[in-house]
Nanobody, 114 residues
Framework: QVQLVESGGGLVQAGGSLRLSCAASGSLISINTMGWYRQGPGKQREWVATIARSGYTNYADSVKGRFTISRDVAKNTVYLQMNSLTPEDTGTYYC????????WGQGTQVTVSS
């Protein structure tokens, strides 16, 4: 079992920045990748970014160049640095971990005002 707890969401003006954190605990040795997804109002959940065990990162086109996913192995924490935020980035952001199954955090709300 893996437990994920997100934090760092909030209200920010367009053009601003936020950093989300995802603290993982449990059977961490089994995790292959961790990532972030988001779900905007009235939208389906969409993939945002992934970081693999190797450190390889990948991003959705909509956030490439603005968001950065990183990790602190010692703290078992994955981060999502979000810059140049726009109202279209508004939504609930979920942390995700993939091993033999997928695990999800409870989500953290990000609201970007225009």
């Amino acid at each position: 079992q893996v437990q994920l707890v997100e934090s760092g969401g909030g209200l920010v003006q367009a053009g601003g920045s936020l950093r989300l954190s995802c603290a993982a605990s449990g059977s961490l040795i089994s995790i292959n990748t961790m990532g972030w997804y988001r779900q905007g109002p009235g939208k389906q959940r969409e993939w945002v970014a992934t970081i693999a065990r190797s450190g390889y990162t990948n991003y959705a086109d909509s956030v490439k160049g603005r968001f950065t996913i990183s990790r602190d192995v010692a703290k078992n924490t994955v981060y999502l640095q979000m810059n140049s935020l726009t109202p279209e980035d508004t939504g609930t952001y979920y942390c995700n971990a993939v091993s033999a199954r997928m695990y999800w955090g409870q989500g953290t709300q990000v609201t970007v005002s225009s």
